[in-house]
């Protein structure tokens, strides 16, 4: 007797968060959905930028970080063995 | 006459209306299928078009339109007694509202769930549309305009207010973030949500906020409309998730209990109706009571808003066609019910008539402020709530109502703003940010056009809100008209409520021209001219439609098709 109320408590509270959530999700659904896929094709086109024939803007825009950058790659590309900078582009030494 | 029996007169015929009307009109003239294959299966895509629970739609097809609207609206319109607006009401549920929102339902789920405007544009006609575009246009500016004046006037009448309504931003913050991280579950964050906004109403009494009458020039009154405004256009700008759900979510919760504390109260008590029957001693002033009594109550009555929530987004989840007729009729009924306490407790919750005619000594008095302080006496002699408190929770109720529909509507009114750089090629008015500025900025200059440099007499344009509010559900009345003479069904439970708004509209939108004439409001003058060629334009396209199909529907019936 009492584990079978056990179970229809159980099974009203479910049925109550059932209710609780759709009421809380369904009328934004779409509008977070959307945003979602819209920052997830930000995330693919700079991930896949260059394989798909695009020039990564990242890489143009991260340029003026460089001179921030620039005493700690100079200890990095040095303890990795490498007397001058492995980098055309960024010359540092 | 006692409250507590036409609160049973009224919710009686309303469910007769469910049980009888809507079973008629949903059988015999939109003849729902339950068969019949709706968008949310047709176009499924766990986006838009997702199947809902029918209970869960009707919870969010009714916090959808149950605003501050039937609350403000009735509790003007019973300066002319408690008869018009109690009779007004219940009729208007039953044939009027009912039948205009489970048929924009029924319109938009056989037209691949589109939206009413863009149903127009199909079912009737290029111009109809551009019309409707207007009137939309027309109708969003008010009610954030009027909202706003109404929420700035409870700041300033009922300072204890103050702390709840700005707090319950705070809760409907921390909830949201506590859900989005998902910190804890949500029936825990329900009742942590709900009692906490019960809390702050508690404590608001112990912590008033007054506004002091004049900052910088400007007046109290003007400091919090551009202050609610400055909130909503922030507020139509964040994620959804961090605001406005949980917001809307709390209020929704709010919305059950507040109703069930004032019904429960005005049965507890079963206070008598202090204002008379039908008010021959009107304040000098008052205008006719046809046709303005139609135009005053929109919302609880009929509402083209309710058009634009059933077509625009209910219409996307509806499981099976024959749940129009539980979502769309009966979100109505709720609303009618919100409509008739708002009657009772502003007829009732008075000591005496003298009490009654003092905060109804002239016309657009009353209001929302009846309603707070009716509503409290009759919770605190009822419930044996404090007075203050009890005036505390019915003004957090209604600044909520009006908050939540304000960030919609600024939001709706910034889609529009983007859709006319997008028609126009202006690039700069596509962006989020120049819209929503464009979008506040004409609901200041509403605001403060209408009501002068203090925004206090901003009540005015009330009635023609309601008007462009009624316009608006005409033009959606006329699609399904429209619908139903191509279907060769009786037109008449459609064409009848919308003929008889076009009449009241045209009306009260001539006799409120000689009104603003009189005031010298140019202002308004101005708009009223607007909205009246637009109700003409209306009524004409009505005309020529319904002719032009009815020859359409003839002829294809000659042809044996």
């Known amino acids: ?93 | 006459m006692s409250a507590a029996i036409l609160l049973l007169i009224g919710l009686g015929l309303m469910t007769l209306g469910y049980f009888i009307y809507s079973r008629f009109i949903a059988n015999r003239i939109y003849r729902l299928d339950p068969d019949f294959r709706t968008p949310a299966h047709e176009f499924e895509d766990g986006i838009d078009f997702v199947p809902t629970n029918r209970f869960v739609l009707w919870g969010h097809h009714f916090t959808s339109v149950a605003g501050a609207a039937p609350i403000v609206g009735p509790a003007i319109a019973v300066i002319w007694g408690w008869l018009p607006a109690f009779i007004w009401v219940v009729m208007g549920t039953i044939f009027f509202a009912g039948v205009h929102d489970m048929g924009a339902v029924w319109a938009s789920v056989r037209n691949k769930a589109k939206s009413v405007g863009s149903l127009t544009g199909d079912v009737v006609g290029k111009r109809a549309r551009s019309i409707f575009m207007i009137v939309i246009f027309l109708v969003l500016l008010m009610v954030n305009a009027v909202f706003a004046v109404v929420i700035a006037k409870l700041m300033m009448s009922f300072p204890t207010a103050v702390l709840p309504v700005w707090g319950a931003i705070v809760v409907a913050l921390i909830v949201g973030q506590l859900i989005y991280r998902r910190m804890i579950s949500l029936p825990v964050v329900s009742v942590v949500g709900v009692v906490a906004l019960y809390a702050l109403i508690w404590a608001g009494p112990s912590v008033p906020i007054q506004m002091p009458a004049e900052v910088a020039g400007l007046s109290g009154n003007a400091i919090w409309i551009l202050l609610l405004f400055l909130y909503a256009g922030v507020a139509s700008v964040l994620p959804v998730w961090m605001l406005l759900q949980p917001r809307d979510y709390i209020n929704g919760l709010q919305l059950f209990v507040g109703l069930l504390i004032l019904y429960g109260a005005i049965m507890l008590l079963n206070p008598a109706l202090v204002a008379p029957m039908i008010n021959d001693d009107v304040p000098a002033g008052t205008p006719s009571i046809v046709p303005l009594l139609f135009v005053t109550i929109a919302c609880g009555a009929i509402s083209g808003f309710h058009g634009l929530v059933s077509s625009g987004t209910t219409s996307k989840q509806l499981n099976k066609e024959t749940d129009a007729r539980f979502v769309g009729y009966f979100g109505a009924i709720g609303e009618g019910c919100l409509s008739l306490a708002a009657i009772l407790v502003a007829c009732a919750g008075f000591a005496s008539l003298t009490d009654w005619k003092a905060m109804y000594s002239a016309f657009g008095q009353g209001g929302v402020t009846a309603f707070v302080q009716g509503g409290a006496y009759v919770i605190h002699n009822g419930l044996g709530l404090p007075e203050v408190t009890a005036a505390t929770l019915l003004t957090v109720m209604a600044a909520l109502f009006a908050g939540t529909t304000m960030d919609t509507g600024l939001r709706l009114q910034r889609y529009i703003f983007q859709e006319w750089g997008e028609i126009y090629h202006q690039e700069w008015m596509k962006k989020p940010l120049p819209a929503t500025l464009l979008a506040i900025g004409s609901c200041l200059l509403l605001a403060f056009g209408a009501g002068g440099a203090d925004g206090s007499g901003g009540m005015i344009i009330w009635p023609l809100f309601g008007t462009t509010n009624q316009l608006l559900a005409g033009l959606t009345l006329l699609v399904i008209t429209v619908m139903l003479v191509h279907y060769r069904r009786p037109m008449w439970y459609t064409l009848l409520p919308l003929c008889f708004l076009l009449v009241m509209t045209v009306t009260a939108l001539v006799i409120q021209l000689k009104t603003f004439y009189d005031q010298q409001n140019y202002f308004l003058l101005g708009l009223d001219i607007v909205v009246l060629i637009a109700a003409i334009l209306v009524a004409l396209e009505c005309a020529a439609a319904l002719k032009r199909h009815l020859a359409l529907a003839a002829a294809e019936q000659a042809d044996g098709r």
């Open chain 1, 1 to 93: 007797m009492a584990a079978d109320r056990g179970e229809k408590w159980r099974a009203w509270l479910s049925q109550a968060r059932f209710f609780l959530e759709e009421a809380y999700s369904s009328r934004y659904r779409g509008a977070i959905a959307r945003s979602r896929r819209d920052h997830d094709d930000l995330f693919m086109l700079l991930v896949f930028s260059e394989m798909m024939g695009v020039p990564n803007p990242a890489s143009y825009y991260t340029l003026e970080l460089q001179p921030l950058l620039l005493e700690r790659f100079h200890d990095w590309h040095r303890r990795m063995g490498m007397e001058h900078s492995p980098l055309d582009h960024f010359r540092c030494c």
